[in-house]
């Protein structure tokens, strides 16, 4: 089973700023199958990017994806007020499907 | 549109057997390449998947659950259930299911189409 490490675990950051959220897999990652979602609470998870770097249907151009091998990077250029939530990662290229704990976005 | 909406129990007691079902619009199980998913989140968890099932009734299950986990499929009613025995309190999450469709017919194969949830609360 392919474990997902993301950090940091939280992330505290002001509107406007610059996030960086990383996850490393435990073995190499096809990057064909590497997604990030965001969470809100009470909320399903929501797709932002899919084979690590594209963005999925309706994503604001702030939110990229990148990496390759073991290390994939979320970035999102300008925090928006909404933006704040929890993001995760998953990869979807070999079986079982698995997702990392999540990296918390909060206000500072 | 891709809508998908789970409905089952609330509330299971421990040793007992879970059914859900996932009822969809907006695309056909019948459509090549087209599978739908169920993953689950404890409260303040992170997601696990658990079982697959595509347009060709092949499946997948995670084989930390696959002794207990049986996923099916109604294509005449657009549902997939999801089945799963001897529950603890320990299964207590929030369940999703999920639509994909597999590059190889156009897609993306990732979950990109998510329900809203149900919760499931395991106790005596």
């Known amino acids: 089973e392919i474990v997902l490490t993301q950090s940091p675990g939280t992330l505290s950051l002001s509107p406007g700023e610059r996030a960086t959220l990383s996850c490393r897999a435990s073995?190499?990652?096809?990057?064909?199958?590497l997604a990030w979602y965001q969470q809100k609470p009470g909320q399903a998870p929501r797709l932002l990017i899919y084979?690590?770097?594209n963005r999925a249907t309706g994503i604001p151009d702030r939110f990229s994806g990148s990496g390759s091998g073991t290390d994939f990077t979320l970035t999102i250029s300008r925090l928006e007020p909404e933006d704040f939530a929890v993001y995760y990662c998953?990869?979807?290229?070999?079986?079982?499907?698995?997702f990392g704990q999540g990296t918390k976005v909060e206000i500072k | 549109q891709i809508t998908l909406k789970e409905s089952g129990p609330t509330l299971v007691k421990p040793t007992q057997t879970l059914t859900l079902t996932c009822t969809f619009s907006?695309?056909?199980?019948?459509?090549?390449?087209?599978?739908v998913g169920w993953i689950r989140q404890p409260p303040g968890k992170a997601l696990e998947w658990l079982a697959v099932?595509?347009?060709?009734?092949?499946?997948q299950y995670s084989p930390s659950l696959k002794t207990r986990v049986t996923i099916t499929k109604d294509t005449s009613k657009n549902q997939v259930v999801l089945t799963m025995t001897n529950m603890d309190p320990v299964d207590t999450a929030t369940y999703y299911c999920?639509?994909?469709?597999?590059?190889?017919?156009?897609?993306?194969?990732?979950?990109?189409?998510w329900g809203q949830g149900n919760l499931v609360t395991v106790s005596s």
């Open positions: 084979g690590a770097s």
């Open positions: 099932i595509y347009w060709n009734d092949n499946k």
């Open positions: 999920a639509h994909r469709r597999s590059s190889v017919y156009g897609g993306n194969s990732v979950f990109d189409f």
């Open positions: 073995q190499s990652v096809s990057s064909t199958y």
């Open positions: 907006g695309f056909s199980l019948s459509t090549s390449g087209v599978g």
């Open positions: 998953h990869q979807y290229g070999n079986s079982p499907w698995t």
